[in-house]
C-alpha cells in the first residue's frame, strides 16, 4: 500500500507570502498535495476543531492524536493526494510519496504533525513584519478570511487562525488583533522548530524568494532531497503569478495605507524580529527591524514600473523582484 514518507509542511504566519511559495512547490514532480489548504481534512473531525462558543484555539499537539485518529488522518490525506497536473494518487499501488502540505494553522500544530508523521520536515517561511501585518489588516476588512462564524469581533466575524490565547485581544484594535496573530505564530513555530535537529527545518525569507525564486527553490528542493525538474525551474524562471488569494496588485510600500496604526505596534513586533533573527542566523536572509521607512516620494503610494529598480533595496528590477506577486 502507499504511505506518505517525510512530508514537507509550509509554516508561515497568514498573508505572508504562504500561498505563492507553496503554488510554487507544487511544480515538482516529486511533490504530492491536497491542491489547497488542508483545513477540510483535519477540522472535519469535530474533536481537531474549536468548539463553538468556546475559546478553543488552533493550537493541536501530540494529546489531540490517540492512534485510531491518527490512522484515519494518514488515510484522509492520502487520498487527498493530486500530483503537479492535479492528477489524483491511483488508488492501487505499493510505495512511497512525498506530500507537501500548507496551511497557515499548520504554523501552530508541529507538535501534532511530527505525533502524525514522525519523519516530517518544516519549510519556515516568514515575512516583513510590517508588511505582513498590514496584509492581515486587510485580509480582515475584505470578509474574505473569517473562519468561524460565532467568534465575533468589533471588526467582524473572526479572521484566519486563532492563536492560544486570542481571547484576549478580541476586543481590541484591528491591528493589535494582527500583531498578535503574526508573534503568537511565530513564538510557537520557534519554540517548536527549536525542539527538532537541524536538518529537519529550513528558514526562507519571502523578500529573498520574490529576489531570486530560482535560487531558494533550489536550496529548498535541495532540503527536501528532491530534483528540481525542468518544469520547476522554467516556472522560476518566468514572472510568477499572482496567488489564488492575493487582494489587490503590488505597489510600492502598499502597507503605508495603514501605516498610523502599525506606528502603535512597533515596539510589540521588534522583540519577535530580534527572536526570529537570531533563530534563523546564517539559514536565511534577517528581517530588517520594524520601523517606519521612508519611501522615496515619487515611488510612495504608486504602482512600479516593470522595468524600475526595485524599491526593497535589492537591485533587481521590479518585475524580477516584488514585482512577481
Not at 94 to 121: H, W
Not at 160 to 165: A, M, N, R, T, W
Request: charged share 25%; with cysteine.
Amino acid at each position: 500500500m502507499t504511505r506518505v514518507e517525510q512530508p514537507v509542511f509550509i509554516l508561515a504566519a497568514p498573508r505572508s507570502g504562504s500561498t505563492l511559495l507553496f503554488e510554487t512547490l507544487r511544480h515538482c514532480q516529486a511533490l504530492w498535495s491536497l491542491g489547497d489548504e488542508g483545513h477540510g481534512v483535519i477540522e472535519r473531525h469535530r474533536e481537531l476543531s474549536p468548539r463553538p462558543f468556546s475559546s478553543d484555539s488552533n493550537r493541536l499537539t501530540e494529546a489531540d492524536l490517540p492512534t485510531a485518529l491518527a490512522q484515519q488522518l494518514r488515510q484522509d490525506f492520502l487520498a487527498a493526494l493530486v500530483d503537479h497536473r492535479g492528477q489524483a494518487l491511483p488508488r492501487s499501488g505499493n510505495g512511497t510519496v512525498r506530500m507537501l502540505e500548507k496551511t497557515p494553522k499548520n504554523i501552530l500544530r508541529v507538535p501534532f504533525f511530527l505525533g502524525l508523521y514522525p519523519d516530517a520536515r518544516f519549510i519556515y517561511l516568514y515575512r516583513d513584519p510590517l508588511e505582513n501585518v498590514s496584509s492581515i489588516m486587510d485580509g480582515w476588512r475584505s470578509g474574505r478570511f473569517t473562519t468561524y462564524l460565532d467568534k465575533t469581533t468589533p471588526h467582524g466575524t473572526w479572521s484566519f487562525l486563532l492563536p492560544p490565547g486570542w481571547e484576549q485581544v478580541r476586543e481590541r484594535p484591528l491591528v493589535e488583533i494582527a500583531s498578535y496573530q503574526w508573534t503568537a505564530c511565530h513564538r510557537h513555530a520557534l519554540r517548536d522548530l527549536g525542539r527538532l535537529d537541524d536538518s529537519r527545518w529550513c528558514a526562507v525569507n519571502f523578500s529573498r524568494f520574490l529576489a531570486n525564486p530560482e535560487a531558494e527553490v533550489q536550496r529548498l528542493c535541495d532540503f527536501m532531497a528532491v530534483p528540481m525538474d525542468a518544469g520547476l525551474r522554467r516556472h522560476c524562471q518566468q514572472d510568477l503569478p499572482l496567488s489564488r488569494y492575493t487582494l489587490d496588485r503590488p505597489a510600492v510600500a502598499k502597507w503605508r495605507r495603514n501605516e498610523a496604526a502599525l506606528a502603535t505596534v512597533l515596539d510589540d513586533l521588534a522583540p519577535m524580529v530580534d527572536q526570529i533573527n537570531r533563530f534563523c542566523a546564517g539559514r536565511a536572509a534577517p528581517l530588517l527591524p520594524p520601523q517606519i521607512r521612508e519611501v522615496p516620494a515619487q515611488a510612495a503610494g504608486r504602482k512600479m514600473g516593470r522595468n524600475e529598480v526595485c524599491h526593497c533595496g535589492s537591485g533587481r528590477r521590479f518585475k524580477h523582484c516584488h514585482g512577481k506577486i
